[in-house]
């Protein structure tokens, strides 16, 4: 028999599950507390649910098969398509804005890149039907708060933004021809991780003049907003998208996050997907591949075949979030913990722990006991090792048809006190975490 | 666009995904009392994982593929091969007994049943390194416990619980051949369902003496243990089963959940994998398939190249629990709730409501507004149909340099309070369930 999961699948233990759940519980605290609420998809759709959106050459990346109906089908690689599609096909019946999120496993399977993880789980988070600015401010605050949930600060992690729509109106005013945007942003994409001269060279091959690329790049390396402004002062045509962008940050600030954001036009994104406000999360020591991107794509539901609608969201996968934590030793160890152990010094008494542990059960709290005779020094290195916060231990000569008194040890201090075993499930519960 | 999910596949809209959580939230609530933690497998296994244990006949029911590196794997069926093969990889190192359980999303694919569901989700609960009938009760005590937790009673479900060994010691007793016992199992399988002369006679047919049928019949019939033993009393290879099942329903009365089980040795299960003690919980009208089922699988361990050690389980899925409870008006309805709106006069206050928001927020509360300027009239409608606790509400004239007094409503019942905006955060908060 196999003894491994497949290359790039991961097996979760107690301690990797108690891992990826505290990082689940934090993203639905948060989205919680935004009013988001949960939905979920199926792991397997439709291949074209995909292709439609990304064009074929996503099957490149897919795990694709045909299933025993002959019909082509994926699994999910991405949320968004169906999000769009759930959401596409009740949209006036659903209270707007739509304010959904989900934590969805996706797959990749991309053949070069062996060692690399195939799944992730991915925190979506959208609003579908609002075009203001605000809402834009609010989807960041929440990505930003996750951080904040997980024991992150601002010194950790730096949010980048940018607006499509000015760089699109950037590139307009310096007459760069549409043909010539998909390769301007792809150098956008690299100013961080080439050389800034062949990237230079790389527009001037292709006819765009020297003086523009350098305009277009000191424009793209400014961090402030209002130092970009007065410096493009005179382009009419980027006023609105100033007051939008200065709105966003007024908003941010209102909403406590301002100082984890910052001005980064060399943010890029998706090409064909973001048509406004688009932003990344990054540790700041540049240690990790994204942690967190999205942005506005109100025309994606429209594409889908949907109803068109302004829409934004990000997603957030659960494995460079990870890994960060564990570097900066914020991800918390499993503990084994149970509130109470029940132990007993005849093997006789068995039934009678087993009723105790029921009854205790039953008032909420977390108990166990050995599941055979065993000698009581056993059952209390048991205990220990379950992590168990208190242990009852019933003892032959106090105990007769079904109760009598216990002595309850708190294992944290060694403490003992001996109670009627009636009033045992009203005894306060000790702190064992 | 695809504008459906693929058949058999379910879309979690909020509200299915809330019945979901509510199913899956009493499953991890009761797993815990009881001491269990939580692991997770890979969706997709080789497909090798599953036909070691089920045979190549598996295949015919399995989403298989071959992936893109030429590897034959499969959506994961059930959870138990992936369990035992994690086990068995780390078996020394873990804390004896074991005791796990997953909540894994599972895949069938038959072809013939067109309508029926292709996934479904199913709790897991094991536990291996214990061969005591105490572990049988215990595991079954817990599968029982979930059953209360989401408010059925014994009125409402049974366990119907058999021993294989005992049924074992049966047929030898009554000299059927071994190459018979697979037929006198799917015939007890079937008892429930078709004439008993017609069961009869595949049983004559098949060269087994009539009277022995009759004797067999009889056996099974019977739904008490203590009348099933005086009658079999002469058969001394029976006695040391009857001692375990006496003890376990013992130990299940113990538990305080013998009220919910019944003797019956129909059940059988998987015909080449339990080897002990098996049941199945039903709904006591007999209207849906079963509920949850297990038992006691001491040699799978080992049959699957592992380390043999004794072990036992369950799988208790969604789709059936979450049937039984809409049809009993146990699952609860999705309510919209947050804890606040916070709403204003004056489309200028916007980033105050995002001030007064976020600050709640960071208190813990949920929080909603409009994200964009909006009548007052208009957002507390909105705050209403968000099924808002309370309404904060910042009025221009009660409101400068980000501080001020603003009113609180409480939607329930209409009241308002005035309080100042820095003491809001100690303001109690309404029960808006």
């Known amino acids: 028999m196999s003894r491994a999961a497949l290359p790039g699948f991961r097996d979760f233990y107690p301690q990797e599950f108690a891992e990826r759940a505290y990082v689940m519980d934090a993203w639905r605290e948060v989205t919680r507390r935004y009013g988001f609420v949960e939905y979920d998809g199926p792991p397997l759709e439709p291949l074209e649910l995909y292709t439609a959106k990304s064009g074929e050459e996503i099957v490149g990346q897919l795990y694709v098969f045909e299933d025993k109906g002959g019909r082509k089908v994926a699994l999910r690689p991405e949320m968004t398509p169906t999000f769009a599609r759930m959401v596409g096909a009740k949209l006036n019946a659903l209270r707007k804005p739509v304010r959904w999120f989900s934590t969805p496993q996706l797959f990749r399977y991309e053949r070069q890149q062996k060692g690399r993880l195939r799944e992730h789980f991915q925190l979506n988070v959208d609003i579908v039907g609002e075009a203001d600015v605000a809402a834009d401010a609010e989807l960041l605050a929440c990505a930003i708060d996750v951080m904040r949930e997980v024991g992150l600060t601002s010194k950790d992690v730096r949010a980048r933004v940018s607006d499509r729509r000015l760089i699109g109106a950037l590139l307009s005013h310096f007459e760069i021809a549409d043909k010539d945007q998909p390769l301007v942003y792809a150098v956008l994409d690299k100013l961080d991780r080439e050389p800034r001269d062949v990237l230079e060279k790389r527009l001037t091959d292709a006819g765009i003049a020297f003086h523009t690329v350098g305009s277009l790049f000191e424009a793209v390396a400014s961090r402030d907003l209002d130092e970009l402004r007065s410096r493009l002062g005179g382009m009419r045509a980027l006023d609105g998208h100033f007051e939008t962008l200065g709105r966003y940050f007024e908003l941010l600030e209102a909403l406590g996050v301002r100082d984890w954001v910052q001005l980064d036009l060399s943010v890029v994104r998706g090409l064909a997907y973001y048509t406004g406000i688009v932003f990344e999360l990054f540790d700041n020591e540049g240690e990790f591949r994204a942690i967190c991107g999205g942005g506005r794509y109100d025309d994606l539901l429209a594409t889908l075949g949907g109803t068109a609608a302004p829409a934004l969201g990000f997603g957030m996968g659960d494995v460079v979030l990870g890994e960060l934590l564990r ?42 006991y050995s599941l055979k005779g065993q000698q009581l020094s056993r059952q209390m290195k048991a205990a220990a090792s379950a992590g168990a916060g208190q242990v009852v231990i019933l003892l032959r000569d106090q105990w007769s048809g079904g109760s009598g008194t216990v002595t309850v040890k708190t294992l944290a201090d060694g403490t003992e006190r001996v109670v009627r075993s009636d009033v045992l499930l009203n005894f306060p519960m000790q702190d064992n975490g």
């Not at 570097?327 to 149970?338: F, G, I, T």
């Not at 087993?354 to 977390?366: F, I, P």
């Open 327 to 368: 570097s900066r030793k914020l991800m918390p160890a499993l503990e084994p913990a149970v509130d109470f152990w029940v132990a007993c010094d005849d093997d006789a008494l068995l039934p009678d722990v087993m009723s105790v542990a029921a009854k205790l059960r039953g008032s909420g709290r977390s108990v166990e």
